[in-house]
Every structure is written in C-alpha cells, then in structure tokens.
C-alpha cells in the first residue's frame, strides 16, 4: 500500500519560514503531478501549488512570490519552500501526487494525511 507522508510542518511566527516535504511512502513506478493543497478550519480545501514530472509550476495568486515548489524525481519528493509567512496561512497542508505503482497499473491520485501549519502574529 502506498502512502504520501508529509513532514515539515510546525508553528511559526509571521514573516518566519518553513519547508514541507512530502515522499511516497512505498515504491512506486512514476509520479506525474505533484502538488500541495490546503485546508483552513470551516474552509474548503484549495490548490497551493502544483508541479509536473518535467518542472512546470502553477501557483495559487495569494502564494505568488512567496511560496517555491520543488521537486527531487530521483527521490520522488515534493518540497514547498514557504517564506513570509502570513497569519492567513494557517492550515493543513496536504500533500497529492498522481501515482503509477507499477508499469501495468493505471495512473491514481493519492493524498498524504496532512500537516498543520500554524503562522502567529
């Protein structure tokens, strides 16, 4: 059974830092997407940012500039590097990736458990 497991997460002060990090958790063959998304108490969960197999990056308009997606595919690692943290990016950050467990399985999207991220002011 494969898993996305997150690391990373924790309290911060506003302005600070923090880098997430998300890996499968079992072998897989391939990941195409991967991504993070978020999830504030009584919200719904929203794209962060999203990066494919090849580096192409999309960003949510309120991370622009602050937030960096990253990817290692040698070790099937996705990172978000976030700076200048805001109060408002107080959430659980959840982790995807679109997994192929082996050459003849088909491709499904995985999500890992999440880690809260918590920015005070």
């Known amino acids: 059974q494969v898993q996305l497991v997150e690391s990373g997460g924790g309290l911060v002060q506003a302005g600070g830092s923090l880098r997430l990090s998300c890996a499968p958790s079992g072998s897989v063959f391939s990941i195409n997407d991967m991504g993070w998304y978020r999830q504030a108490p009584g919200k719904q969960r929203d794209m ?33 590097q976030m700076n200048s943290l805001k109060p408002e990016d107080t959430a659980v950050y ?28």
């Open 94 to 121: 959840y982790c995807s990736g679109q997994i192929r467990r082996s050459w003849a399985l088909q491709e499904y999207d995985y999500w890992g458990q999440g880690t809260q991220v918590t920015v005070s002011s």
């Open 48 to 80: 962060v940012a999203v990066i494919s197999s090849g580096g192409r990056t999309r960003y949510a308009d309120s991370v622009k500039g602050r937030f960096t997606i990253s990817r290692d595919n040698a070790k099937k690692t996705v990172y978000l």
